[in-house]
C-alpha cells in the first residue's frame, strides 16, 4: 500500500483508514483536496469486485457528494492489480429470481460514480478486468502506469460485460474495437489501451501524482472516437459489422456452444445508439445467460482451474533449472521458465538447435507483451549450455530429449555425482514408464514427471507424475514450481499414458481408423470440431507429431490390459516415409500454406462423433478407478487445460454424467459389437454412474 501512495506528502495518509462502515475501501485526502480511494479487498491478494465492494462504494460515494474533494482517485491497494473482475462465488448466488436486482444494484452504483460533480480518475497499474475495468470505464479518466492491462474476459464464463461494459466501452473507443475485445476476451496492454483511447495517459508509478493533478485540473487530453464511431450510431451501418462479425464469431464459438458472444453482437446491434436500452437489455440478457449450460460449466471450469492452482502453496525452492534436450520441447520449458524468473541452462550437444532456443524465447517475449527490459532479462536468464555444466549447480534437472529408454538411461548414469544432493531429476516423458526409468536414476526418491504440453507457452497443464518411490517432498516442490513459473499442476501415478494420453489417444486413433475405413479427413476432423473440440483428431495428430502419436499408441497397447484398436496402418505409413506432421510439414495434411481449414459445414454421418468422443470418456473412467487421479474433478480439470476438451461441456467424466452413465455404456455397447473389443464398456462405469 505505500508504493502506490508513496507520493503523499503527510506519511499517516499513504495508510489511510476505512471509512466508516467501509470494508473494502481506504481513503484519504491529500493537501490538495484530492480524495484517494483504494480498493483493499480483506484477506486476499487480489481484488475481486463483489457486492460488499459496490454496497462499500456507494457509501463511500453518499460521504463525497456531501463533502466535495477537488477530484476523486480510484486505484488498488494491492501491488499485483486493479481488479481481477467479479467475484465469480456470488454467480450461483445470481441464477435465482434476484439475479436481476443485484446486477441493477451494481449499475446504479456505477451511475452515481459516473454522475459525481467533480472529476473522478481510475489509476491502474497491473490488470483490470472484468468489473474491475467496469468501474474504471465510469471514470472520467483512466491513467495507465507501465504494465497496466484492460480487458473483459467475461466470454470465457460464458457471458458477456453486465455492469455497463457493453455500452460504456463502446461510448469511450471505437465501437468495433470495443466489440472485438469483448467478443474475444483478449486484454489491450498498456501502449495498445493508450492507443485505443482506454487509457488518457500512460506513466510510469514516480509520475502517477502529476498525471492525476493534470486531469483533477482538466488539462489531460482524451482521444476522440473518430469518424467510424459516428457511423456506427446508425442502425444500418451496425447491421453492416455485425454481419461480419457474426461470421467470424460463429467460426470460433459456434452460436450452439457458446451463446455469449452472439447475445452480445444481438445486443449492440438493436441497441448501439441508446445507452439506455443498451443498459436494460445488459441486465436482462446476463440474467438470461447465467442460465445456460455453457455458462454453468465454463464457470465450472473457472474453479477447476482454481482447484488445480490451490495445488501450487509453498515454496519450490528451484531458482536454477537446467534442461537436457533442445529440441522443440525442451526449448518451449527452457523459455518458459526463463520469462517466469528461473535461471536457466539449456543443454544439448548440437549448437544449432541451442540458437534456434535464444530465437524461440525471444518470440515468447513478444508474443506474451514483455517489455523490451524484460525480455532482455529474460534473455540474460537463459544460457546455452553445449557441455551441460548447468547440472552441478541446478535445483532441478529436466530431461526432454526423444523417447527412446536407452538414450534416457544413458543420460540418468551421466548425471550421478554430478547433481547437488538435494537437486531433483525430473523426466519430460509423454508415453515412458517412470517405474522403468527410475531404474537408471541417481535417485529414485528425488525422480518424477513433469509432462509438459506443447507448446509449453499456451498449454497451461503440467502433470507432475509420481512412481512408487518417489519422494512426496520432491512432488510437493514441484507442484511449486508449476505455480511459480505460472502453469496449473495436476497430481498424476505412473500409469501408461498418465493421465491427459490415455484420455486423449482414443480420440487420435480412432480419427485414424476413420481414415483408414475410407472416410473423408475432414468430415472427420468436423465431427470433433462440431462436437467443441479445439482441433479435429487428425488435425491435432499432425500438430502433436505421427511419430509421438505412434510411440505413445505403442506403448499404451502393449501396456494395458484393456483390448485396443491395431494401430492405424496409415500412421505407421505415414510415419515411415517421414510425414511425421507439421514439423516436417507434411503428414495428414500439407502444413506449407500454413493450419488447414476446418470444414464444419460437412454433414456428419451418424455415429461418427459419438465412435471419437465417448471413447474418451469410457478412456478418463478408467482413469479414475484406476487411481490414476484423485478425483473427478482433477480429471476433468486435467484433461481440458491438457487437451483443449469442449471447456463449455465441463469436461469428459461432467459431459458423460450430464448425458447418463446407462446411455453412454448402452451406446459404447452397440459400439463394441459392430467395430470391436476396444469400446467395451470399462467396468468403472457402474460405480461412476
Given at each position: 500500500?505505500?508504493?502506490?501512495?508513496?507520493?503523499?506528502?503527510?506519511?499517516?495518509?499513504?495508510?489511510?483508514?476505512?471509512?466508516?462502515?467501509?470494508?473494502?475501501?481506504?481513503?484519504?485526502?491529500?493537501?490538495?483536496?484530492?480524495?484517494?480511494?483504494?480498493?483493499?479487498?480483506?484477506?486476499?491478494?487480489?481484488?475481486?469486485?463483489?457486492?460488499?465492494?459496490?454496497?462499500?462504494?456507494?457509501?463511500?460515494?453518499?460521504?463525497?457528494?456531501?463533502?466535495?474533494?477537488?477530484?476523486?482517485?480510484?486505484?488498488?491497494?494491492?501491488?499485483?492489480?486493479?481488479?481481477?473482475?467479479?467475484?465469480?462465488?456470488?454467480?450461483?448466488?445470481?441464477?435465482?429470481?434476484?439475479?436481476?436486482?443485484?446486477?441493477?444494484?451494481?449499475?446504479?452504483?456505477?451511475?452515481?460514480?459516473?454522475?459525481?460533480?467533480?472529476?473522478?480518475?481510475?489509476?491502474?497499474?497491473?490488470?483490470?478486468?472484468?468489473?474491475?475495468?467496469?468501474?474504471?470505464?465510469?471514470?472520467?479518466?483512466?491513467?495507465?502506469?507501465?504494465?497496466?492491462?484492460?480487458?473483459?474476459?467475461?466470454?470465457?464464463?460464458?457471458?458477456?460485460?453486465?455492469?455497463?461494459?457493453?455500452?460504456?466501452?463502446?461510448?469511450?473507443?471505437?465501437?468495433?474495437?470495443?466489440?472485438?475485445?469483448?467478443?474475444?476476451?483478449?486484454?489491450?496492454?498498456?501502449?495498445?489501451?493508450?492507443?485505443?483511447?482506454?487509457?488518457?495517459?500512460?506513466?510510469?508509478?514516480?509520475?502517477?501524482?502529476?498525471?492525476?493533478?493534470?486531469?483533477?485540473?482538466?488539462?489531460?487530453?482524451?482521444?476522440?472516437?473518430?469518424?467510424?464511431?459516428?457511423?456506427?450510431?446508425?442502425?444500418?451501418?451496425?447491421?453492416?459489422?455485425?454481419?461480419?462479425?457474426?461470421?467470424?464469431?460463429?467460426?470460433?464459438?459456434?452460436?450452439?456452444?457458446?451463446?455469449?458472444?452472439?447475445?452480445?453482437?444481438?445486443?449492440?446491434?438493436?441497441?448501439?445508439?441508446?445507452?439506455?436500452?443498451?443498459?436494460?437489455?445488459?441486465?436482462?440478457?446476463f440474467v438470461n445467460l447465467l442460465k445456460t449450460d455453457a455458462a454453468k460449466n465454463l464457470i465450472r471450469v473457472f474453479f477447476l482451474r482454481q482447484k488445480l492452482k490451490a495445488r501450487t502453496r509453498g515454496e519450490d525452492g528451484i531458482a536454477h533449472v537446467h534442461v537436457i534436450g533442445a529440441g522443440a520441447m525442451g526449448a518451449e520449458i527452457a523459455a518458459w521458465a526463463a520469462l517466469r524468473g528461473k535461471r536457466v541452462t539449456l543443454a544439448d550437444l548440437n549448437p544449432e538447435p541451442?540458437?534456434?532456443?535464444?530465437?524461440?524465447?525471444?518470440?515468447?517475449?513478444?508474443?506474451?507483451?514483455?517489455?523490451?527490459?524484460?525480455?532482455?532479462?529474460?534473455?540474460?536468464?537463459?544460457?546455452?549450455?553445449?557441455?551441460?555444466?548447468?547440472?552441478?549447480?541446478?535445483?532441478?534437472?529436466?530431461?526432454?530429449?526423444?523417447?527412446?529408454?536407452?538414450?534416457?538411461?544413458?543420460?540418468?548414469?551421466?548425471?550421478?555425482?554430478?547433481?547437488?544432493?538435494?537437486?531433483?531429476?525430473?523426466?519430460?516423458?509423454?508415453?515412458?514408464?517412470?517405474?522403468?526409468?527410475?531404474?537408471?536414476?541417481?535417485?529414485?526418491?528425488?525422480?518424477?514427471?513433469?509432462?509438459?504440453?506443447?507448446?509449453?507457452?499456451?498449454?497451461?497443464?503440467?502433470?507432475?507424475?509420481?512412481?512408487q518411490h518417489t519422494n512426496r517432498k520432491v512432488l510437493d516442490r514441484l507442484r511449486a514450481f508449476c505455480g511459480a513459473i505460472d502453469r496449473l499442476p495436476a497430481p498424476v501415478r505412473d500409469y501408461p499414458g498418465f493421465l491427459v494420453n490415455r484420455v486423449l489417444t482414443p480420440y487420435l486413433m480412432e480419427g485414424m481408423l476413420l481414415l483408414d475405413e475410407g472416410h473423408d479427413k475432414r468430415m472427420i476432423d468436423a465431427a470433433g470440431l462440431r462436437f467443441g473440440m479445439p482441433m479435429?483428431?487428425?488435425?491435432?495428430?499432425?500438430?502433436?507429431?505421427?511419430?509421438?502419436?505412434?510411440?505413445?499408441?505403442?506403448?499404451?497397447?502393449?501396456?494395458?490390459?484393456?483390448?485396443?484398436?491395431?494401430?492405424?496402418?496409415?500412421?505407421?505409413?505415414?510415419?515411415?516415409?517421414?510425414?511425421?506432421?507439421?514439423?516436417?510439414?507434411?503428414?495428414?495434411?500439407?502444413?506449407?500454406?500454413?493450419?488447414?481449414?476446418?470444414?464444419?459445414?460437412?454433414?456428419?454421418?451418424?455415429?461418427?462423433?459419438?465412435?471419437?468422443?465417448?471413447?474418451?470418456?469410457?478412456?478418463?473412467?478408467?482413469?479414475?478407478?484406476?487411481?490414476?487421479?484423485e478425483d473427478a474433478d482433477t480429471l476433468d480439470g486435467a484433461v481440458i487445460f491438457g487437451t483443449g476438451f469442449a471447456p463449455f461441456r465441463g469436461g469428459p467424466l461432467h459431459y458423460a454424467r450430464k448425458r447418463g452413465a446407462d446411455q453412454v455404456t448402452r451406446i459404447l455397447r452397440e459400439m463394441a459389437e459392430k467395430h470391436g473389443d476396444r469400446f467395451a464398456p470399462d467396468k468403472g462405469w457402474s460405480r461412476f454412474a
Open positions: 500500500m505505500t508504493d502506490v501512495l508513496s507520493h503523499l506528502p503527510d506519511p499517516a495518509d499513504r495508510n489511510p483508514p476505512h471509512p466508516e462502515g467501509v470494508t473494502t475501501w481506504r481513503m484519504a485526502r491529500d493537501n490538495e483536496n484530492i480524495a484517494w480511494l483504494l480498493l483493499d479487498c480483506p484477506d486476499t491478494g487480489t481484488n475481486t469486485i463483489s457486492q460488499t465492494v459496490l454496497r462499500d462504494l456507494d457509501t463511500i460515494l453518499g460521504m463525497l457528494e456531501h463533502d466535495h474533494p477537488r477530484a476523486l482517485v480510484m486505484r488498488s491497494a494491492k501491488p499485483g492489480g486493479f481488479a481481477a473482475g467479479a467475484d465469480i462465488n456470488q454467480f450461483a448466488d445470481m441464477r435465482g429470481e434476484g439475479a436481476g436486482s443485484m446486477l441493477r444494484q451494481g449499475h446504479d452504483v456505477l451511475d452515481r460514480l459516473a454522475a459525481l460533480p467533480f472529476p473522478s480518475i481510475a489509476v491502474v497499474h497491473g490488470a483490470a478486468l472484468g468489473a474491475g475495468f467496469e468501474i474504471a470505464l465510469a471514470c472520467d479518466h483512466r491513467i495507465a502506469v507501465q504494465g497496466a492491462k484492460f480487458g473483459f474476459p467475461e466470454v470465457q464464463l460464458g457471458l458477456h460485460p453486465g455492469l455497463g461494459g457493453t455500452f460504456r466501452l463502446p461510448a469511450l473507443i471505437d465501437p468495433v474495437e470495443a466489440m472485438t475485445m469483448m467478443l474475444t476476451g483478449k486484454s489491450a496492454h498498456d501502449r495498445k489501451a493508450l492507443k485505443l483511447g482506454i487509457a488518457d495517459a500512460l506513466v510510469p508509478e514516480r509520475h502517477v501524482a502529476a498525471a492525476v493533478r493534470q486531469a483533477a485540473a482538466g488539462k489531460l487530453d482524451t482521444v476522440g472516437q473518430g469518424f467510424r464511431a459516428t457511423a456506427m450510431r446508425t442502425h444500418a451501418a451496425r447491421t453492416l459489422a455485425v454481419r461480419k462479425m457474426r461470421s467470424e464469431t460463429e467460426k470460433s464459438a459456434p452460436r450452439d456452444h457458446y451463446p455469449a458472444p452472439h447475445a452480445l453482437i444481438d445486443l449492440w446491434e438493436e441497441n448501439g445508439s441508446d445507452a439506455k436500452a443498451m443498459q436494460k437489455a445488459e441486465i436482462v440478457s541451442l540458437g534456434c532456443a535464444v530465437k524461440r524465447a525471444g518470440d515468447i517475449c513478444r508474443k506474451k507483451h514483455l517489455t523490451d527490459i524484460e525480455t532482455r532479462d529474460a534473455l540474460d536468464r537463459l544460457m546455452p549450455d553445449p557441455t551441460g555444466i548447468g547440472a552441478a549447480r541446478a535445483d532441478l534437472v529436466i530431461e526432454a530429449v526423444p523417447e527412446k529408454p536407452d538414450l534416457k538411461a544413458k543420460i540418468y548414469q551421466s548425471l550421478a555425482g554430478q547433481m547437488k544432493e538435494d537437486a531433483i531429476l525430473a523426466t519430460n516423458t509423454s508415453s515412458l514408464r517412470l517405474t522403468d526409468l527410475a531404474k537408471s536414476a541417481p535417485d529414485p526418491a528425488r525422480f518424477a514427471g513433469l509432462h509438459f504440453f506443447n507448446p509449453v507457452s499456451q498449454m497451461p497443464l503440467v502433470e507432475v507424475v509420481a512412481h479435429g483428431p487428425l488435425t491435432l495428430a499432425d500438430q502433436v507429431g505421427l511419430d509421438i502419436c505412434l510411440d505413445v499408441g505403442e506403448s499404451l497397447k502393449s501396456s494395458l490390459d484393456k483390448p485396443l484398436a491395431d494401430i492405424p496402418r496409415i500412421l505407421r505409413d505415414k510415419v515411415e516415409s517421414g510425414d511425421t506432421g507439421k514439423k516436417s510439414g507434411r503428414g495428414f495434411y500439407d502444413w506449407s500454406d500454413g493450419t488447414p481449414r476446418p470444414d464444419t459445414d460437412r454433414d456428419i454421418p451418424a455415429g461418427m462423433t459419438d465412435r471419437l468422443i465417448l471413447p474418451m470418456c469410457d478412456a478418463a473412467v478408467e482413469c479414475l478407478r484406476e487411481k490414476v487421479v
